[in-house]
């Protein structure tokens, strides 16, 4: 695929200490697997707590790519297809990678910290009370996710990486 734009965003989820290294190599294999092309990337999304993960802040240095962050709390609005039981555990939410891609290709920005404010915020964003989700809208602006959540470890790295693509309008 051939694409000049900065359409994708990168969805990554990590365990701490996650290296620059294997966050490049993740987001290499993932793109060449799926043959997207590297430059087309817009940015970097991922959890608020992993904001100054220094893995994540080196590589988004090293290819002059933003950093947007999203609190737990509006990630887990987002359904998708693999959601991870102990993620939600651990951090309450069920998916990182995927959700991040999915909200920073809408052009979500999570300043205001609540749900209600970010919806007010975004007209198109419209919460179903009845099942706290925000997909149905995210999908009706075209937003997809075109690589669901793929996890990386390699050997002689610690830790592991996983790594999501939504491509927005």
């Not at 793109?31 to 994540?56: M, P």
């Not at 920005?109 to 209600?116: A, H, L, Y």
């Not at 919806?119 to 009370?129: G, P």
Request: charged share 15%.
């Amino acid at each position: 695929m051939i694409v000049n734009e900065k359409v994708f965003w990168v969805g990554i989820g990590c365990q701490r200490g996650a290296s620059t290294q294997l966050i490049e190599k993740a987001i290499q294999q993932v793109f060449k697997e799926n043959q997207l092309n590297q430059s087309a990337i817009a940015g970097i999304a991922t959890i608020d707590n992993k904001a100054s993960e220094v893995g994540l802040v080196e590589f988004c240095q090293l290819y002059n790519l933003s950093l947007k962050t999203f609190p737990g709390e509006i990630l887990r609005l987002v359904s998708v297809s693999n959601p991870a039981k102990i993620t939600e555990q651990a951090i309450g939410t069920p998916s990182v990678a995927e959700a991040a891609a999915i909200l920073a290709a809408a052009n979500i920005e999570c300043q205001s910290k609540t749900v209600n404010e970010i919806c007010s915020t975004h007209e198109f964003l419209k919460l179903n009370a009845s099942s706290f989700n925000l997909t149905p809208s995210l999908t009706a602006v075209g937003v997809r996710c075109l690589v669901p959540k793929q996890i990386f470890r390699v050997e002689e790295e610690p830790g592991a990486v996983t790594i999501a693509v939504a491509q927005g309008v």
